[in-house]
């Protein structure tokens, strides 16, 4: 091999590792600078000290959050083992009374003792009132489960419906429920493995996907993604949103009437997009969001190293003039690890992977 056809040959290669490292800096944040601000009064909510990582409303202002999340496919800091997984709620119309844990009934190990609970839809029937809360399940031994319950509102209870394994839910992020069985999932990774999933992420790889599920079967609707997280439905239903968190963006999506899904276009956020909140009156999208997912990632290893927050809210995101506007920002001094914002007649709700709940007053005009 002469020395031209080596010199030729380490010149691309320097540039394809080079283009590949000037991803990751874009992709983890290493060199962004964060500056704080809030869009009002913010406390945190008692109750919830131990992650709020989704966090789905009710018509009527109710709050239902996942909380005690131990994240897959990270070295983790070994007190958050030692956390307890539950379902929250949090009224909106009482904000002064914090975070109640839900009862789950009926009592059972498979759900006391192997719930781990992460991404949640909530489902109300309009003919019957019926409230339903889907909810993902990382059970023991990398079973995958969606969980379905019933709310009841006399008793502020959950009640266990049925549970929902399928071959293609295996790497669960966040659910959408469209129907009293049927629902949208995200697959965040391919993998399984603690060092395959990071793998996946360091080298950038687009096979995360969307699933559809209905009468026992399904299917793939989406795929090409690097890290699928949190997914969500326009107020008419026509629209699904999907929060990419590696690349940074949200996809939108057309639903078919057979519930298959048309890729449409991307929403650039430029930080790394978790669980997506939709107002149901305003269509607008709340995200919470990281402005480092590399110092988020420390924090994970070291629960006392302190990471960033981030909430944005998308305006008209269906249409052509979006707007893309900076709700909450802390550079670690007060919240950690935002992972949702959800906005509520002037309140704004936001949750965190595994730090504290937080409410901020909205007194900007929107």
């Known amino acids: 091999m002469s020395r031209a056809v080596v010199l030729v040959f380490a010149v691309a290669s320097s540039g394809i590792v080079l283009n590949h490292v000037a991803k990751l800096l874009m992709a983890t944040g290493m060199l962004k600078h964060v500056y704080n601000h809030a869009p009002g009064t913010c406390r945190f909510v008692p109750g919830a000290e131990q992650g709020s990582e989704d966090i789905e409303l009710t018509s009527s202002g109710l709050a239902f959050i996942s909380s005690g999340l131990v994240p897959q496919g990270f070295i983790l800091d070994p007190l958050y083992l030692s956390y307890e997984q539950g379902i929250l709620m949090y009224d909106f119309q009482n904000p002064t009374a914090g975070a109640k844990k839900l009862n789950i009934f009926p009592k059972s190990a498979e759900v006391e003792e192997d719930f781990m609970p992460h991404g949640i839809s909530v489902y109300e029937d309009d003919h019957s009132g019926e409230v339903r809360l889907f909810v993902v399940n990382h059970a023991k031994g990398h079973q995958e489960r969606v969980e379905i319950f019933r709310f009841d509102s006399d008793s502020n209870s959950l009640y266990h419906i049925k549970s929902i394994e399928h071959p293609l839910l295996y790497s669960l992020n966040d659910i959408l429920a469209i129907g009293p069985e049927s629902f949208y999932a995200s697959n965040d990774k391919y993998t399984t493995g603690l060092y395959t999933r990071m793998a996946e992420t360091w080298f950038l790889l687009p ?53 298959t899904l048309l890729f449409s276009r991307d929403i650039s956020i430029h930080s790394s997009v978790h669980k997506i909140c939709v107002d149901p009156a305003s269509g607008d999208l709340w995200v919470g969001a990281h402005p480092s997912a590399f110092h988020l990632a420390e924090h994970l290893k070291d629960a006392s190293r302190p990471c960033g927050s981030q909430v944005l809210r998308i305006e008209n995101p269906a249409g052509e003039n979006v707007t893309v506007t900076e709700m909450y920002s802390d550079d670690g001094r007060w919240l950690w690890g935002s992972s949702i914002g959800c906005y509520h007649e002037k309140q704004l709700l936001i949750g965190t992977i595994n730090h504290k709940l937080m409410h901020c007053t909205v007194d900007l005009p929107l």
């Open 207 to 259: 096979w995360s996907n969307v699933v559809y599920y209905s009468g026992g079967e399904a299917t793939i609707v989406a795929d090409g993604l690097v890290y699928a997280n949190g997914i969500s439905l326009s107020p008419g239903g026509k629209l699904v949103y999907v929060a990419d968190f590696t690349s940074g963006v949200v996809k939108i999506y057309h639903r078919r009437d057979d519930n």
